[in-house]
C-alpha cells in the first residue's frame, strides 16, 4: 500500500459545535471513577521505565500475536473498559463510532480522518491479549527524562518508579539532545505506540498525518499543555494542529447516548477496505 499527502495547511482549531464545555471533562480532582483513575495512573508510574519500554518495543513490534481484520479487533473492544478514563465507563468501541462521527461530520471530504477516528485506540487490544490496563490505556509521556508537571498525577506517583533516582534520565533532556524529534523520544508503552506500530507494520495506505495522530494522540502534557518542546522538532510542530484536531473529537464526543453501530458499519468497512484490507497482523 503507498502512502497518500494531504493538504498541508493545518486545520482550524477550534472544538467541534456539538461539544460540551471543556470543564466537565478530565476532571482528575473528583468524580465517581477518581480511584479507580488514580490507581492505573499510579501503577502505569511506577513500573513505565526505559527498560520496560524496551522490552514491550520489542515483544510487540513484529506484529506477531494473532491476525485479525479491523472488525474483528473492534468487536474484542466490546469487552472492554478504560480505566483510566474519569469521563466513561462504557466500552471502548462506542468511543470509537463517536469520535469517528464526530469527524465525519466536520470534515466531510476526508474519509481517511474518519478512519483514524474508529482506528485510534484500536491498540488497547493489549488488555485483551493479557497485558495490565496500566501498559495500554492512559495518557503518555516520555521516558528517559525529567516528567513535566502537566503528566498526569505526576508529583505524587513517581517516586516508586527507578528511573526517577537514575541521574542519566533525572535531567531535563536525559537520554535526548535537544529538538531531536518525537520520532526518537522513547514514550511510555501503550495502546498509541502500539497501534502506531501495527499500522506501519502492515502499511496502512494512510498519510503521515494519520500516523502521527494515531502515535501520539494520548501525549496530553505535549499537545495540550505545551510541554516537552525542547524535544520536538519542525516537523513536530507542522503535525501538532492535526493531533489537536483529532483530541477535539476524542475528547468532546463522548456521550453517554451511544451509536447505533449496525447501522455505521457498512459505511466504515467500506472505509477498511480501501485504506487496510483484509486480516492484519496485529
Sequence with gaps: MSSQRVESKPPEERPPSTAEPQHQYRNYTEGKLLERVYNTYRLMHTHQTVDFVRKKCAQYGPCSQR?????????????????????????????????????????????????????????????????????????TFPVGCKVQKSVVFGDSTFHDNPDSKDPRYSTEYGMYQPHCGLENV???????????????????????????MVRFHSF????????YLHLCNEEDLRMLPWVRELNKFDLYTKQEELPDVQQLRSYYQGLIDKYCPGELCW
Excluded at 474484542?76 to 483510566?84: H, P
Excluded at 478514563?85 to 466536520?106: C, L, M, W
Excluded at 497501534?195 to 498525518?209: D, H, I, Q, S, T
Excluded at 496530553?220 to 510541554?227: F, I, K, L, R
Aim: proline share 6%; glycine share 8%; no cysteine.
Design 67 to 139: 491476525r485479525m481484520s479491523v472488525m474483528e479487533v473492534l468487536a474484542l473492544l466490546d469487552e472492554l473498559v478504560d480505566e483510566s478514563d474519569p469521563d466513561v465507563d462504557f466500552p471502548n468501541s462506542f468511543h470509537a463510532y463517536q469520535t469517528a462521527e464526530g469527524i465525519r461530520k466536520a470534515h466531510p471530504d476526508k474519509d481517511w480522518f474518519h478512519l483514524v477516528g474508529l482506528l485510534h485506540d484500536l491498540g488497547k487490544v493489549l488488555v485483551l491479549f493479557g497485558e495490565p490496563q496500566w501498559a495500554v490505556v492512559g495518557d
Design 220 to 227: 496530553y502534557p505535549w499537545h495540550a499543555h505545551g510541554d
Design 186 to 212: 522513547l514514550m511510555s508503552w501503550g495502546h498509541d505506540e502500539y497501534m502506531y506500530r501495527v499500522m506501519k507494520f502492515n502499511g496502512f495506505a494512510l498519510p503521515k498525518e494519520a500516523f502521527y
